[in-house]
């Protein structure tokens, strides 16, 4: 199996984290969409990351996507997703607060890094960065206590997202959130990035 994209990618980043936790043995290739992108087009014409490509030669998209994915090659212990429907839903809930967070800190980083200064709007980033607060916000009322794994004894998919966000965003944008006003998020990341499988993935 194959994994393509960079680890400055959140998104990359969820997948290769998720696949350590799992026990799934994959290739990183860190193709950069900027940088090297005829190289990754030579791979995925539409030049997304992350991109995945199973074993037997088909090529997904979309880190939910492949995830989804994943979590139908390994036994029930190694699945990231709550057995209850009720511990689904709520982690459902977490997860794409996380990917709000990320799409909003991505959406930050365009406008401010990538986009001519005299092109920028204060409006759009204002509304934008009123996003993000909005995203940690409600991640930091889901967290517990930062010292218990949201869903049991081993961290799932929730804790992934949500510490590859806070980690993201604080790479890319660090004056954009506060950890003093996000304490149990900025501590569960703290934990989750000491794991081997974040070790094995490091944010770049």
Known sequence: MRLIGMMDSPYVRRVAVSMNAMGLKYDHEPVSVFRQFDAFAAINPIVKAPTFVTDEGITLIDSTLILAHLD????????????????????????????????????????????????????????????????????????????????????????????????????????????????????????AEALPEFLKAPYE
């Open 72 to 191: 139908r090659m390994v036994a029930p212990e190694r699945q990231l997703a709550p057995t209850t429907i009720e511990a689904h839903a709520r982690a459902q809930r977490i997860i794409g607060l996380a990917l709000a967070a990320c799409e909003k800190t991505m959406q930050l980083v365009y406008e401010t890094k990538l986009r001519p200064e005299e092109k920028q709007h204060d409006w759009w980033r204002d509304r934008v960065r009123g996003q993000l607060a909005a995203a940690y916000k409600l991640l930091e009322a889901e967290i517990g206590d930062a010292e218990t794994w949201l869903f049991g004894d081993r961290p799932l998919q929730a804790d992934i997202s949500s510490a590859v966000a806070w980690r993201f965003t604080n790479g890319e944008l660090p004056d954009a959130v506060e950890a003093a006003k996000h304490p149990k998020l900025a501590r569960l990341s703290e934990r």
